[in-house]
């Protein structure tokens, strides 16, 4: 259980930290607003659900379709309405082209990452890293382009660190009500975007049933005390459970009371915050469906051939892949590809430096929580197992950017397993470490690439195919080597420096995969050099 953070009492600091948030939601939001308009025709998913939202604002979703029960001229029937009507909003306000589908998706992407910082410090981090934690979010090209398409996913994404952020807020400031129906609101937005914003639910509701038992146990645990039966035993360990490895150092390190009330009378209030308000805000959204006709009959009908598509969905799809390797960043999705000597497109890939640091940093988390009792990482971590996993229970047809959601926990994650790393001490001038690295990534990647590339790939494949995959796992056993020689007790009072050169490499390498998430134009050579796995094209 992480205690919940206390205020910047310095104004310098907070100002500073203030002035950090918007700086980088400033560019964020520049570089997400940059050439939104192209391409100008539709892309991908954009050819139902920006179609479905025109038909929305048009109002041709009554009755008179192919079925009675489907809405209109909706195609994208499957899903709820609340993702379309986003959109719906952005045409009625901008009209019925690109930059109007689309500038919903910016708002909604530029919604999410203004939470990471909040969720970060929630989660256990000092403001320097929650900073980070941030950078990282904001380096993550799966976010950029997900903000710049009209499709359902960052929708979703935004309500579900929403959800998860005032559930945060309600168990650890003490309870009060107004955080608990805020969760509740938000994880209803979700799932009436998608079926899948559901997770949102759960996830909140696991947060709220750990942290109640947590602190009821506490709580007991504090009168056996002022007992004076326990006396010696929570003051030697009460900081232990409570904030095991000090990554917040500026946490209140007291509890918050546990509810009050009967156990029934809470049972209640979540119920009915968490399950029944989703269930209302769901049916709300379908209000302009029961306005233009459709009976209860028709809605029970749409969601049972909603049932029946989702359940059998197996359509073959080139980008489509199975839910255990998008945490690997193994198969984006082009969303828009067109050239011959000049290539645009758009691709939905995460931060491949990010994601892969950040599966080890599960991994870690793991490590950490059964081998050594330490549980700094472990809350994060069981908010992206709560959010992920479940996917692999899936048989239909599915995509890597179904991680849009779980991927500003990663980014939390990351930050976390950074800071362990680093013994909770971020250098003097570690910011700097942090820029020159990651202008470094920025600026070398490309011949430091193509220098790796030619030899542990292109020169051992000269003398023979099999060389060239023995060249590649020399490549390989070196970086693991490299790896557990920095996490060795000798490269301890490296550790700060070394975390922050990997946070730069982390922030840096996004510049490489700008011209493919922003649609800009690029020579065949660059793609090619862009492309690092086969399964990326």
């Keep these: 259980m992480l205690a919940s953070p206390l205020r910047i009492e310095d104004p310098a600091r907070r100002h500073g930290y203030a002035l950090a948030v918007a700086l980088i939601l400033l560019i964020s939001t520049a570089l997400r607003l940059w050439q939104l308009s192209t391409p100008t025709e539709m892309m991908f998913d954009e050819i139902y659900y920006a179609k479905d939202a025109k038909a929305i604002v048009d109002g041709r979703v009554g009755i008179h379709g192919q079925y009675r029960w489907a809405a209109g001229d909706e195609v994208s029937w499957p899903h709820p309405e609340m993702g379309k009507l986003a959109i719906a909003t952005g045409i009625w306000l901008f009209g019925d082209r690109s930059f109007g589908w689309r500038l919903p998706a910016v708002i909604a992407g530029i919604g999410l990452l203004t939470c990471v910082y909040p969720l970060g410090r929630r989660l256990g981090l000092s403001p320097p890293w929650a900073i980070l934690a941030l950078l990282f979010a904001a380096a993550d090209p799966l976010g950029v382009?997900?903000?710049?398409?009209?499709?359902?996913?960052?929708?979703?994404?935004?309500?579900?660190?929403?959800?998860?952020?005032?559930?945060?807020?309600?168990?650890?400031?003490?309870w009060r009500t107004r955080w608990l129906f805020l969760s509740g609101a938000a994880g209803g937005m979700a799932v009436a975007t998608k079926w899948s914003g559901g997770l949102a639910v759960i996830t909140a509701l696991f947060i709220i049933l750990i942290t109640w038992l947590a602190q009821r146990r506490a709580a007991r645990r504090d009168a056996e005390a002022a007992r004076g039966d326990q006396a010696g035993e929570r003051a030697e360990n009460g900081a232990a459970v409570l904030n095991p490895?000090?990554?917040?150092?500026?946490?209140?390190?007291?509890?918050?009371?546990?509810?009050?009330?009967?156990?029934?009378?809470?049972?209640t209030l979540v119920a009915a915050a968490m399950v029944a308000l989703p269930i209302a805000i769901y049916l709300l959204s379908y209000a302009q469906y029961f306005v233009a006709g459709h009976t209860v009959a028709d809605f029970i009908e749409l969601h049972r051939q909603a049932v029946i598509f989702s359940l059998n969905l197996r359509a073959t799809h080139t980008y489509a892949s199975l839910a255990p390797t998008w945490i690997v960043d193994y198969r984006p999705v082009w969303y828009y590809f067109e050239g011959t000597t000049t290539y645009r497109g758009v691709i939905a890939i995460g931060n491949p430096f990010l994601w892969w640091l950040a599966t080890l940093s599960l991994v870690a988390a793991a490590v950490l929580t059964f081998l050594r009792r330490s549980y700094a990482l472990l809350p994060v971590a069981a908010i992206i197992v709560l959010l992920y996993v479940p996917w692999f229970l899936t048989q239909r047809t599915s995509f890597l950017y179904y991680m849009t959601p779980v991927a500003p926990f990663m980014a939390i994650l990351l930050a976390g397993a950074l800071c362990l790393f680093a013994g909770g001490v971020l250098p003097r001038r570690g910011w700097l470490a942090i820029g020159g690295a990651a202008l470094a990534a920025a600026v070398l990647w490309r011949p430091i690439g193509i220098g790796a590339g030619r030899l542990f790939w292109t020169l051992p494949r000269g003398a023979g195919d099999s060389l060239g995959w023995i060249g590649v796992t020399v490549g390989v056993l070196l970086a693991l080597a490299v790896l557990i020689f920095l996490l060795s007790p000798r490269m301890r009072r490296y550790r700060p420096w070394t975390a922050m050169i990997v946070a730069g490499l982390v922030i840096g390498i996004i510049v490489a995969f700008v011209p493919i998430v922003l649609g800009l134009p690029i020579s065949p050579r660059y793609f090619e050099h862009i492309m690092w796995l086969p399964s990326w094209i």
């Design 145 to 174: 382009a997900q903000s710049r398409i009209a499709t359902l996913d960052i929708f979703i994404a935004v309500w579900t660190v929403v959800c998860i952020l005032f559930a945060l807020r309600y168990v650890q400031d003490g």
């Design 245 to 267: 490895l000090n990554l917040m150092p500026d946490a209140e390190v007291v509890p918050a009371a546990p509810p009050r009330g009967s156990a029934w009378r809470r049972i």
